[in-house]
């Protein structure tokens, strides 16, 4: 079992920047891919980015140019870096690991980013 903590999420004005980092209990470098997503109430879970073992990404096109998504696996920690932000990225942001196997897969509790003036 892997324990997932995000962090970095707050109050930022339109267009600014923020780092959330996602810390895991034990090592990230066996999960196949690390995946940020994002919730906004009454609405579904979205995926916002992705990052596999072998560093291949890929973003949601609401996104892309303006998040990059990272992962240290010595650090055992994924980030997710945004720039320019938007109000409609206001959202609660999951950290999610996926190993090859469909029993793993694990969720952080979330971390709160707000962009409003």
């Known amino acids: 079992q892997v324990q997932l903590v995000e962090s970095g999420g707050g109050l930022v004005q339109p267009g600014g920047s923020l780092r959330l980092s996602c810390a895991a209990s034990g090592s990230i470098s066996s999960m196949w891919v690390m995946n940020w997503y994002r919730q906004v109430p009454g609405r579904q879970r979205e995926l916002v980015a992705s990052?596999?073992?072998?560093?291949?990404?890929n973003y949601a096109d609401a996104v892309k140019g303006r998040f990059t998504i990272s992962r240290d696996n010595a650090k055992n920690t994924v980030y997710l870096q945004m720039n320019s932000l938007k109000p409609e990225d206001t959202a609660v942001y999951y950290c999610n690991a996926k190993g090859l196997a469909a029993t793993i897969d694990y969720w952080g509790q979330g971390t709160q980013v707000t962009v409003s003036s």
């Open positions: 990052i596999t073992k072998v560093r291949s990404t």
